[in-house]
């Protein structure tokens, strides 16, 4: 079955600063895996998706993600963050063409300070 | 612009009084989700149409029912809310095509709130 797990329920940084949000995936197919982003009493706005082409996945708003096979992991980062990212972030893999089911993790809320 | 809409934005109910949520989209997608969000947690699915087929997930409770009356609206329906039952519900939208699953596109979400 597949799952994700994403390391961190809270990260900080500074304006300007790197934003790394991590995820790992388990999966015993090649996986299907999401970022959304959600602002406070919104919903889940795509950031970015991995189908399996380029391991390098160029999103909205300047947000890329690597998927590494080797390590189960589908890191989100971006090179300064800006305070219009604080939000929540989650990453999410595609259950399986039959249930057209995402599964999420549980999140990470960035936080961008001044 | 083509969108996910979700009415309305915030439901007051009672507690045990039924209430209704709606959503519609002017994507014209055939796949049609329903999420429950609470609190600090992730989105949980409770179901999902493919065209007219539905499709419910195990751990769905049997107080929560959907109807899919045409491709852009589907409802959900809580028959007796419970305090349990306050939260975030999002409403999405895909169009499978393919091999590859496509994009879940997310309405705003309906917060409700049981008193």
């Known amino acids: 079955a597949q799952s994700v797990t994403q390391l961190g329920s809270h990260v900080s940084v500074s304006e300007g600063a790197l934003v790394l949000l991590r995820c790992n995936y388990s999966s015993s197919v090649p996986p299907y895996l999401f970022w959304y982003v959600q602002y406070p009493n919104q919903g889940l706005q795509l950031l970015l998706k991995y189908t399996s082409a380029a391991t390098l996945v160029k999103g909205i708003n300047g947000f890329e993600a690597e998927f590494k096979k080797s390590e189960t992991s589908f890191h989100l980062t971006k090179p300064s963050a800006h305070m219009s990212d604080a939000a929540e972030y989650f990453c999410a893999v595609f259950g399986s063409s039959n249930t057209g089911k995402l599964i999420f993790g549980q999140g990470t809320t960035l936080q961008v300070k001044p | 612009d083509a969108m996910v809409i979700q009415n309305p934005r915030y439901q007051v109910t009672q507690f045990g009084k039924p209430v209704t949520l709606s959503c519609s989209q002017t994507l014209n997608h055939n796949v049609m989700y329903w999420y429950q969000q609470k609190s600090s947690q992730a989105p949980k699915l409770l179901f999902h149409y493919y065209d007219k087929d539905f499709n419910n997930e195990a751990d769905t409770p049997d107080n929560f029912q959907s109807r899919r009356p045409n491709t852009s609206f589907c409802f959900l329906d809580i028959r007796s809310p419970g305090l349990g039952d306050a939260a975030m519900y999002l409403c999405?939208?895909?169009?499978?095509?393919?091999?590859?699953?496509?994009?879940?596109?997310f309405g705003p979400g309906t917060r409700l709130l049981v008193l």
């Open positions: 999405a939208t895909s169009h499978p095509s393919g091999r590859a699953p496509e994009t879940q596109y």
